[in-house]
């Protein structure tokens, strides 16, 4: 193995993943960052909730060592739709799978920040410098691959929008992320919504407004606690609620609103919800417009340059795939760092991509329309859901989407569905 000169623009927990582990590896590695390593942890919200469901989370346990082995974990999706206004609101279908595997949602804002110290660690340079079009061709120049992960905005814009591969041009829903305490996760919790109690993550879904989820978390100051994360249809009444929103008890109080008027039977429990002091930035309102961009771009002086994680593909977050497909993309492009034959061409670097596209990237954001309700995906929805309300292995098998996305490429037929249903049904017979 030869070294390779790397730099990776932007320490988000896709960056500093790859600069830690390619360090490690034996790699020359400058990571850039327009924050310091506190700051990073310290000063801004988190990105999104970044939880990892089984597979990605296994990925990411190949790649660095695990920090926070008492973080809650997440067994199951306890899972409901409903329709109506208050006081007239009825239950369209209910299901309450566990997963076949383990979930975990840690603070990204503290992912980053050890991953940088470990960085470190490892040797390499970490310099606190915003990186702009016109410097970057300088970096490229001096190493002989430059990674750009500086998220959905920063340099993302070197790399053209993909328009074959993009399917929406605009926000499917707004979103409120916030991180609360005060809620336990023994088996007292969530008592009225089945056997999962604290170990399920709950999903609320409402038919015309959107869906609120929450779910164990481990935050950078209060460790053991909970995410929030409402989806608010553009054209439902959700969205001026969250328009309200304009720090973590305000998010707080839209989150017990939307409680208290749409799935009042968990108000008991979310109520009990408390922000956290230590953070006053354990909130977070936006929208991310799906987007997936060419995975080479050019500076200022025509070198190629890579795209990574949400710099690459941007997911609206229903389906949580962002991060855990960002993680992903380093691990296989770490093994392809190691066995390449040749320089880092703009050959090379697309070719990783489209590599990356296939194996995790389009499929994962197949899920996230499948989960967005997209009406093209009616024909797996409809009975993907049902099944999953008569036979638990069924909606198993739905949320084993969120960890293995792929499936959802062989479901383009009625009969493709009812064979991905029947199979589900029969691994549980077998298991
Ligand atoms: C509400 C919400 C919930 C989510 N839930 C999940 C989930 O459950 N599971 C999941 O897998 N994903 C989830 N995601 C997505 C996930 O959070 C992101 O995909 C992931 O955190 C992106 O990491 P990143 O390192 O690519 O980008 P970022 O975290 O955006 O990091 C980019 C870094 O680059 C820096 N930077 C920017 N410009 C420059 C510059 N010019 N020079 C130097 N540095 C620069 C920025 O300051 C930042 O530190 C969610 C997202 C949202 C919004």
Known sequence: MTQARIAIIGAGVVGATAALVLARAGHPVDLYSDRTAEQLRDEVPATGTAVLFGHSRDVDHTLVEELYADAPLSTGMNTRLNTGEPGALQDVLAFDPDFTYTAAGIDVRLRAY???????QAGGRFHVETVTPENLDDIAGAHDLTLVSTGKGGLSGLFPVDESRTVYRSPQRHLLAAAFTGLGHGPDVFTARGHGAGKHNVFNLHTDHGEIWIGPYWHKDAGASWSVLGFAKPDGA???RFG???DAQSALEVVVSIYRDYFPDDLPDIEKLRVIEEDPRSWL???V???VRQGVGYTRGGRP???????AIAFDPIAGQGAQTGLIQVAALVEAIEARESDFTAAWITDQFDRHWEERGHAAAEVTRLFLGDPEYAFVAGPVFAGAVADDAVGAALFGLLSEPAPILDLKTDEDVERFIADARAALVRG
Do not use: K, N, Y
Request: aromatic share 8%; hydrophobic share 40%.
């Open 114 to 120: 050890d991953r940088i110290r470990l960085f470190e």
């Open 289 to 291: 417009t799906p987007t």
């Open 238 to 240: 959700w969205v001026e």
């Open 285 to 287: 309102r936006g929208a």
């Open 305 to 311: 340059v890579a795209a990574l994680g949400d710099s």
């Open 244 to 246: 309200e929103v304009t």
